[in-house]
C-alpha cells in the first residue's frame, strides 16, 4: 500500500464513492457519511486551505484509507476501509508529519486527531503516540429513525414552508445563515457568492432544503437537508433560525419537512452533527460522539 497528496480532480468524487461504499447501517460509523465531505469541499471556509495536504492511501488502485482536516489544517480525520485496518498506522504517520497549526483557543502548535469513540484502534494509537483526549470540541452525532414516522410542526398564523426550489433567492438565504448563526450586524454582501457556490454540490437538493417564511417575505428559518439513496441516509446540514424568530416552532418544522420529504425517498434514517436539545425535542437520538485527541508540538 502506498499514500500520496490529493488531486481534487481526480479523487473528489472517489472519495465520496469510497464513503458510500464503505457505509455500514447501524447506531454509529466510523467513517463521514458521503454528504459531510461534499459540503466541506463547497464550504467558503475550504477556500483558504491547502487540499493537497490530504492524504490518499491506495493498494492495487483502490482508495484504502483518506486522512484530511475539515476547517482547519491541524484537524486530522480519518476515512478507512473495514478489510484494511492496518493502513491507520500509515494514516496516522501521514498526519503527524502533515497536520499542524495554531490552535486559536490554545495558541499553540498542536495536531489533532479526531477519532470516533468506538474506534478502539486509533485511541489505543494515539495514546501510545503522546496524544491526550479532549472533552472539549467534541463532535456529537444524532440519528432520527424513520421507521418510527414523521410528525408534522404547526406554524404560527402568516408563516409558511416551502423549499429552495420554490423560490431560491440568495439575498434571503444569506441574510438567515449569517443571523442564524449568531453573526453580528446587517449580513454582507460578499458572502453570498459563498452562498451560491456552496449550492453547485454535486447531491445538494434545493426540493429537499426547506425555509420558514415570514409574513413579510423573509426566510426566518432553514434547515439543509442531503440525502445518500445507494445508503438510505439522509444528513441534516445546516440549520439555522433567525434570533428575532426562535422559540416559535419554525426550525421544528423546517427540520421535519426536510426529513419528511427524505422518508418519502426511500431514507431509512437522518442524521445530524449535533447532540443539541433542539434535536433531542424533535425525536433524535444522540448515539456516538467523536474526540479531538490533541498533541503540543511546541
Given amino acids: 500500500m502506498n499514500i500520496r497528496h490529493y488531486n481534487h480532480e481526480q479523487d473528489f468524487s472517489r472519495v465520496g464513492e469510497f464513503l458510500i461504499d464503505t457505509y455500514k447501517p447501524g447506531e454509529y460509523f466510523l467513517n463521514w457519511l458521503q454528504p459531510r465531505w461534499e459540503y466541506m469541499h463547497f464550504h467558503t471556509l475550504t477556500k483558504s486551505l491547502n487540499l493537497e495536504i490530504i492524504g490518499i492511501a491506495e493498494e492495487a488502485g483502490q482508495i484504502i484509507g483518506v486522512v484530511h482536516f475539515e476547517s482547519s489544517e491541524f484537524q486530522a480525520y480519518f476515512q478507512v476501509h473495514p478489510g484494511f485496518k492496518s493502513v491507520k498506522a500509515i494514516l496516522l504517520d501521514y498526519a503527524e508529519e502533515n497536520f499542524q497549526g495554531i490552535s486559536k483557543s490554545t495558541g499553540r502548535q ?51 414552508i416551502q423549499s429552495l426550489a420554490d423560490e431560491l433567492d440568495l439575498r434571503k438565504i444569506n441574510r438567515v445563515l449569517w443571523r442564524g448563526f449568531n453573526h453580528p450586524g446587517p449580513p454582507p454582501e460578499e458572502e453570498i457568492q459563498g452562498r451560491y457556490e456552496g449550492m453547485q454540490a454535486p447531491n445538494f437538493r434545493k426540493d429537499l432544503t426547506i425555509v420558514i417564511v415570514a409574513p413579510d417575505g423573509e426566510f426566518v428559518s432553514y434547515s439543509g437537508m442531503w440525502i445518500v439513496p445507494a445508503n438510505r441516509v439522509a444528513y441534516l446540514e445546516p440549520v439555522a433560525t433567525d434570533p428575532d ?15 419528511r420529504r427524505a422518508a418519502a425517498l426511500g431514507a431509512d434514517v437522518a442524521w445530524v452533527g449535533s447532540g443539541q436539545e433542539f434535536y433531542r425535542a424533535i425525536g433524535f437520538e444522540m448515539m456516538f460522539s467523536v474526540y479531538p485527541w490533541v498533541k503540543f508540538l511546541d
Fill in 110 to 160: 498542536i495536531c489533532a486527531l479526531f477519532i470516533c469513540e468506538f474506534d478502539t484502534d486509533l485511541e489505543e494509537s494515539a495514546h501510545s503516540r503522546g496524544y491526550e483526549k479532549w472533552s472539549e470540541h467534541v463532535e456529537e452525532n444524532s440519528m432520527y429513525r424513520l421507521d418510527k414516522g414523521v410528525t408534522e410542526a404547526a406554524l404560527p398564523e402568516g408563516f409558511y
Fill in 245 to 259: 424568530y426562535r422559540r416559535m416552532g419554525l426550525g421544528k418544522a423546517a427540520v421535519l419537512e426536510s426529513i
